[in-house]
Nanobody, 118 residues
Framework: QVQLVESGGGLVQPGGSLRLSCAASGSLFSINDVGWYRQAPGKQRELVAAITRGGSTNYVDSVKGRFTISRDNAKNTVYLQMNSLKPEDTAVYYC????????????WGQGTQVTVSS
């Protein structure tokens, strides 16, 4: 059994920062590619940032220069550092990871709410 658990969401004022974590646990060997997604009310889920096992990253244009995705392979954990937050960043943030067990499967976390408001 594998679980992905996101944490670190909350309420923050515009211009503030949050750091999200996505931790994989259970019967796994490692995690490969990981993506952070977000879904705002009434909108489709969108990919915000992604990172390969080797550390290559990419970002949606709207967060470039403000968000940084990183990972600690020893802890099977991926982070999303979010700076200079804007009200339009408000959404539920999800991680999706390619998990290596005796096979390879994609898993989603349960999501963490990020609200940017004064």
């Amino acid at each position: 059994q594998v679980q992905l658990v996101e944490s670190g969401g909350g309420l923050v004022q515009p211009g503030g920062s949050l750091r999200l974590s996505c931790a994989a646990s259970g019967s796994l060997f490692s995690i490969n590619d990981v993506g952070w997604y977000r879904q705002a009310p009434g909108k489709q889920r969108e990919l915000v940032a992604a990172i390969t096992r080797g550390g290559s990253t990419n970002y949606v244009d709207s967060v470039k220069g403000r968000f940084t995705i990183s990972r600690d392979n020893a802890k099977n954990t991926v982070y999303l550092q979010m700076n200079s937050l804007k009200p339009e960043d408000t959404a539920v943030y999800y991680c999706k990871a390619e998990v290596v067990t005796f096979s390879v499967y994609w898993y989603w976390g349960q999501g963490t709410q990020v609200t940017v408001s004064s």
